[in-house]
């Protein structure tokens, strides 16, 4: 399983879990928290009524006198209100009135009158002066349809403290579930959009970390398979600083490992064009004709050139090869570049008696480095160069193909032998020049490999069928 699913998951377990439990909790509190919200409004209404129908019931006339009356008016009333979304039309409260025995005297239904209550615990309790109230079964052995009960005592009005009776208010419970169910309704329904947002927040987390976890694990992988890659894009927390460690680790180790492989190369191409030098020399320290000595001299001046030349040529080739990616981008006009190229390279071509025809559309745009651009195609232009014959032609075009832009320069040479085109690219290894028999660094085309590389194209080399060589810098367009 996935880093980022496990960490998705955990998270999501949590926080369901911690719903799911808190959720139960609200709703079995719901029913109880109504229930007792209704008992203390039952509690109100029986002191109330208590101390209005105690006249009455002292009178001996409760059964038919004005607390009667006004009862049974209330209960003919229609509240026409609407209490949350649901319609209340009738008064529910029962009223019922026992003397100090327990017995019945008035009932506002008239249905229980002459009935012993003493043993139902609202009245048994309140008889001896506690608090009574009760929930019981409004049909005896049906558990789904309660009444609460509440009593309240009645004093006598004229001490306020002698006990003549026990007036019971009563609600049936069920006038309460519409609104226990809509209560548990709307916390369960809210509950899902909290799981539901705990879920998407978990999933935007969980991507944010394993996108940063992610390109750390392919900065790795690929650092591991010895592709140059970019370090990873800086963050502000702890994956941003592990990115950064591992970018600077990576460059101690390439540093110490780099260093090691250009001393290795440097020495390896530095021993001939050395050991032609001390020749020279030794032979220049003794008697010589005036043409054998210039000779070696001369031969000790083309040495020097050409160790220089692979000095620039290794520093050039290491810079871009160090960085692994292009640390300027900019827009290029390839036309542009070629243009000024072959300006550039006129002395040459007019000292070599060549020609450069040019084929190229009047803009073509990418995304790169100039500076790098330039001093690929010219490597490509001076080999051109080299090995052309005098009176040739030189062709450079610029074309649109599917990859991007394509950059040809092809001579009218003898060709790359077939032995050759597969290690034309490797570094250090060249071809003698047709009119010097020189041979040059080697670097040259390995630093246009590199510089394409950086550009997200790439470079080629290869025998044209009408002759001579064509080498090709195809490009990504902008």
Same mark, same amino acid.
């Given at each position: 399983?996935?880093l ?43 002191n ?78 309140t ?22 009960h ?23 419970n ?28 978990g ?18 992988k ?58 020279a ?17 001369g ?9 220089t ?13 160090q ?7 900019? &827009? @290029? ?6 243009? !000024?190229?072959?300006?550039?390279? +006129?002395?040459?071509?007019?000292a $070599? *008696? %060549? ?45 649109q ?42 670097l ?5 490999? &590199? @510089? ?6 790439? !470079?080629?080399?290869?025998?044209? +069928?009408?002759?001579?060589?064509? $080498? *090709? %810098? ?5």
């Amino acid at each position: 399983m996935r880093l980022g699913l496990k960490i998705f998951l955990g998270f999501f377990l949590i926080v369901g879990i911690a719903a799911f439990f808190v959720m139960r909790v609200f709703v079995n509190e719901v029913k109880p928290g109504v229930r007792q919200a209704m008992e203390s409004t039952l509690v109100d209404a029986a002191n109330v009524l208590a101390v209005i129908a105690a006249p009455d019931l002292k009178a001996g006339n409760i059964a038919d006198g004005t607390f009667a009356a006004q009862m049974a008016t209330a209960q003919r009333r229609d509240p026409k209100a609407m209490v949350w979304r649901f319609p209340k039309r009738s008064v529910e409260y029962r009223v019922t009135i026992t003397d100090t025995r327990g017995i019945v005297i008035f009932d506002s239904r008239g249905q229980d009158v002459g009935r012993d209550n003493s043993r139902w615990n609202d009245v048994y309790r309140t008889l001896r002066g506690e608090y009574g109230a009760r929930s019981s079964p409004e049909t005896p052995g049906d558990e789904t349809s309660t009444v609460m009960h509440v009593a309240a005592p009645m004093y006598d009005p004229d001490d306020g403290h002698t006990l003549i009776g026990v007036l019971t208010v009563s609600q049936p419970n069920d006038t309460i579930d519409p609104f226990i169910a809509a209560s548990q309704r709307a916390i369960v329904a809210r509950g899902a959009w909290l799981i539901g947002l705990s879920a998407l927040i978990g999933l935007l987390m969980t991507w944010w970390l394993s996108r940063g976890i992610g390109s750390l694990s392919r900065y790795a992988k690929a650092v591991s398979a010895g592709e140059p890659v970019p370090p990873p894009r800086r963050r502000r927390d702890e994956i941003g600083d592990l990115g950064q460690a591992l970018e600077t680790m990576r460059r101690k180790l390439e540093g110490k490992a780099y260093v090691e492989q250009y001393v290795q190369s440097l020495t390896h191409e530095m021993k001939s064009p050395l050991a032609a030098i001390r020749g020279a020399a030794e032979l220049l320290q003794e008697p010589l004709p005036e043409a054998d000595r210039q000779r070696f001299a001369g031969n000790i001046v083309q040495q020097e050139r050409r160790l220089t030349e692979t000095i620039d040529q290794l520093l050039r080739l290491a810079e871009v090869e160090q960085h692994g990616w292009l640390q300027k981008r900019g &827009e @290029v006009d390839l036309v542009a570049l070629c243009r !000024a190229l072959v300006e550039d390279a +006129g002395p040459s071509l007019q000292a $070599a *008696r %060549l020609q450069l025809d040019c084929q190229m559309p009047e803009q073509a745009l990418m995304h790169g480095d100039a500076f790098l651009l330039r001093q690929a195609l010219s490597n490509l232009l001076d080999n051109a160069i080299a090995f052309s014959p005098e009176d040739s032609r030189i062709v450079l075009s610029v074309q649109q193909v599917e990859e991007g832009w394509s950059v040809s320069l092809r001579d009218a040479g003898p060709g790359v032998p077939d032995y050759a085109l597969e290690r034309v690219f490797e570094r250090f290894y060249s071809l003698s020049r047709p009119r010097s028999g020189q041979r040059s660094s080697g670097l040259g085309l390995p630093f246009v490999a &590199e @510089v394409a590389r950086l550009h997200g194209g790439s !470079a080629h080399l290869r025998n044209h +069928g009408d002759g001579g060589a064509e $080498a *090709r %810098l195809v490009l990504p367009r902008a």
